[in-house]
């Protein structure tokens, strides 16, 4: 049995993955600048996740085996993945990286919808109120406003909608994760998903010719660092929950919109003004809140 880590010492560690989390889309926005096509991006990520979970489930002893009964919610969570990772790039390479990130970030939210609706979960005011609150703020950190709503949607719309498809994806992978596949070994789960999606994005993105390669050494080297980014968060993610006392420490990973706003500012230069600081900070906030308040 693994030693647990003190909580203060295993945020810390959940910091950093969700940094380099933040670090993997700022990668894939320059990696789609510099001639990558979405799909690339997406088979370099699933496919390197899968293969590093693989090594890390053999050195661990960890059957590869996923019970028959299991199967077709594993495939049916694959196909999901892959078309939220796909929505999330398209949003990513259109509008500003950080702001792709918040609206995505609305999954949690919708899986709790979602809950509802089936009957899983009893609805409570407490989460609709932080629900209401991390959509304001996700306004503000959009800079959405009535007067001139037309003009700022057609700037931000597309890539929003790409967004808003990759969390409405996620919210149903949420779902099958939480109660089809609960039994299910979260790393022999996660590597069945990500296996699913780099098959699916070899297989669509070959036949209709949509892999298309970086055309210079700067767009390589993002592709190959959007991989090394999302593997080295996931690895330190899978270390580190398990050693944790308290699952509140999850909260931390709500880190990842604000580092990719400080890194999206440094390496793209995509600045954004205080006034969407201080909604992107009241998004994230809410939804730790929800998150906590579920647990």
Known sequence: MQDKLPLRVGIVILMAAAVSFASNH??????????????????????????????LMRLQGVALAVPRGLLAPALGAGVLVAIQSYCLYSAVSMIPVALALLVFQTSPMLYLLLAWASGREKPHWSALAAMLVALAGLALALDIRIGGFGARWAQVGAGVLWACGAAVAYAFV???????????????????????????????????????????????????LLTVFYCIAMTVTFMVLPRLSSASGTVALNFEPIALLGLAWLVLGQAVSPLQIAGAFLTVGAIAWLGIAKK
């Open 26 to 55: 700022v990668a894939a926005r320059i990696a789609f600048d510099h001639g990558a096509s979405i799909a690339s991006g997406v088979l370099a990520r699933a496919s390197g996740t899968a293969l590093l979970l693989l090594v």
């Open 174 to 224: 949420y779902y099958i994760n939480g109660y089809a596949l609960k039994a299910l070994d979260g790393r022999l789960r996660t590597f069945a998903m990500t296996a699913v999606t780099a098959s699916i994005a070899l297989v669509i993105g070959g036949a209709v010719g949509a892999l298309d390669a970086p055309r210079d050494g700067t767009g390589w080297a993002a592709l190959a």
